[in-house]
């Protein structure tokens, strides 16, 4: 069964069972993460977070990052983000090493209370990114018409965030996050502290927003059935310290929605098989050759 | 009909003791209280006259100009010192030091180092002004939330446009608290500085009608205090609803909850 | 470096810092006296019954007063918070008391009392009063109203529902209020003695400058900011101590 699914692959160089991800050709990849390895300094000892990860995403990808608790992916989109500095390895975006929190990246957090600010109303919020790199007022407008327009808040511009419900706050934080027309979007977990109908009409919106804008996003989540709907490839991590338990290739159509794609069988035997690589990470199993 | 209640419950209770006071000045004339009628001839008299030049307009602009150079001083130092964090824990602990100095003692310090004059008015001012809106801007500022601080971070936003669009408004209602302690500690300063060290000026002013016995004028010179002190408060209370209006939003929605 | 050793070093720094001013002649050594005499002045200030009867004198006035204070803010907060008619009758008499400052008193209080303590009471008592009672209004306004209606309904009849529903919610507001009009009377008592010469540390001062002592003067103010500091430290203290078990329920009120 296992390597049933493995074999569904595009071109790739690499096997997914090393405890490395895909990998792609030497300037084809839009983000590449190699030999990540993060170690805290506590009071407690060194801990090593995260041992080593290594995969690639090419430019226009969906890629969804599932693991157990403590797997590290906090960690991991705080080094790729540019928010922290990794103990070892690199991030690269586009080419170029990621050593602060790159220009052409957005990240929309899992809080949206928090990362909205709360002294400006919704189109501020949006503007701001772009009115800090000095864009003109009339691409500005454009640009965050653009956005509100694509993320469903066009009739809300004037309202305060904590006027609005957690879904529409995140909206806007995704808003923000197209205005700013990045090349690589980070989503951390961002549809955890949403209720589940919300969740459905977002991961819809992102799937949307994506395939109309070319962007290449990495969506970290813990949520398994998420991960598969919304991916085009699934990177199931390890448990702490965190390797690359599997690289999966989602092979379900193009065009998905709620209702039928979460009906076919396809669906259910891969996210069967995600739920058991994970199950199999918390009890501690890591790929054959994970660590060094 | 809801305007009418809103002021009758606003004027009640003034009318009532006005009333009372006035009942209870009727009979003999007391030494240390005087009528409403004598108090409201006697204010009138004493301020709008040459005082209102020479002495009332100057305090006013001195109280003013020391306590716009400690608002604008406080928060710049408190900027500085609440980003960076070896120079709070540096600073900690001899800043909370002068902020426990009850802020009169440094008039007469004043008095020496700078002798009598304007500018050491408006320095006694700011020196004990400034404690609260400094202190209040570091812990503002210290307290800045990690994700929207984060959130800035990733989008680019940083040096003066940080401070502006981040910093500022985040540690808003702290400083804004420490403001209003700013203003009340001013006032009570302006009248010392001038009670103590002056030769003109309300506090002065007053002082002299009290050793002169002039009681009614007397009277008048602490209405007129408490005026300033109403302004004062009335100009902060509307300032500050207006600048943190999405500070009360924000409360009382969780409030709600 | 750790943040008590930095702030050490921040202190010692400052000492440094006054010492050399003076003796580096940045200013007059007879208008600043370098941090060594006035601290030496302090040591021997420390010595002497006079010195500590001014403390017990201003301490004395501060205690009487903010007690006092407290206890009224008490009763009549409680009172008018209670009901709305009342609040909303007191309300624009309280915001226009509110911002008078008490030194504004001083001429009626040197007129009353002249240079007794009373003078000093009299402007301690009528500024910690408006830091307790706003506070205690804004407690019992805080009151839940569920809270109240399930108690009402379980039979508690006034004095229970205030012992057990009011008093609760309003404490925290309470040691709020208590903690400021702590400086606040310190403040105070200080400025009456320093300016009306009412008995304490304030009026040393004020001898002390007028006499030329200014090593003492200084001594004397270093010690009123210590004894500023103490106070806040023991007010934190209490208010930690009465709290514990409520500070999970409070979110922080920026005051």
Known sequence: MQSDINEKAGPVTASATSGAGRILADGTAMLSVRNLKKVYQTDGGPVEAVRNLTFDLRPGELACLVGPSGSGKTTLLKCISGLMAPTEGEVLL????????????????????????????????????????????????????EALEAVGLSHVPLSYPWQLSGGMQQRVAIARAVAYQPEVLLMDEPFAAVDAQTRADLEDLIRTVWKKLGVTVLFVTHDIDESVYLGERVIILSSSPTVVQEDLIIDLPADRDQLNTRALPRFTELRHHVYEQIQRAKAGHRPAAAGH | MRIAKGILYAVGLPALLVLIWWVSTLGAKSFFVPTPGTLAATFAKTWFGDRLFSDVLPSILRLFVGVAAAIILGILAGLLIGSVRWLRALTEPVLEFFRAVPPPVLVPVLMLLMGISDSMKIVVIISGCIWPVLLNTIEGVRAIDGVLSDSAHTYGIGGWARVRYLVLPSAGPQILAGVRQCLSIGLILMVISEMFASSSGLGFTIVQFQ????????????????????????????????????????REVENAV | MTKQTLGIAGILGFLLTWELIPRLGLVE?????????VLAALALDVQLTAFWAAVGETLVAWAIGLTSAALLAVVIGFLVGSSQFLRRFTNSTVEFLRPIPSVALIPLAVLLFGVKIESSLMLIIYASFWQVFIQVLYGVADVDNVAMQTARSYGLNMAARVRHVVFPTALPYLMTGVRLAASVALILAITAE??????????????????????????????????????????????????????SIRSEVIV
């Open chain 3, 29 to 37: 050594a007879r208008f600043l006296p370098p941090a060594s005499e």
């Open chain 1, 94 to 145: 586009d080419g170029a090493k990621v050593t602060g929190p790159p220009k052409k990246m957005a990240v929309v957090f899992q809080e949206y209370g928090r990362s909205l600010f709360p002294w400006m109303r919704v189109r501020e919020n949006v503007e701001l990114p772009l009115k800090n790199q000095g864009m003109p007022k009339a691409e500005r407008d454009r640009l965050v018409d």
């Open chain 2, 211 to 250: 050793r002169s016995f002039a009681v009614p004028e007397m009277w008048s010179g602490i209405v007129i205090l408490g005026l300033i002190g109403v302004a004062m408060s009335f100009i902060f209370q509307f300032t500050e609803r207006r600048i943190l209006r999405w500070y009360h939003g924000l």
């Open chain 3, 194 to 247: 320093l300016v009306i010469g009412s008995p304490g540390l304030g009026r040393e001062i004020a001898l002390a400058q007028s006499g030329g002592a200014i090593s003492g003067m200084y001594a004397l103010i270093l010690a009123t900011g210590l004894i500023g500091v103490l106070i806040n430290m023991l007010m934190r203290f209490i208010e930690r101590k009465t709290l514990s078990w409520h500070s």
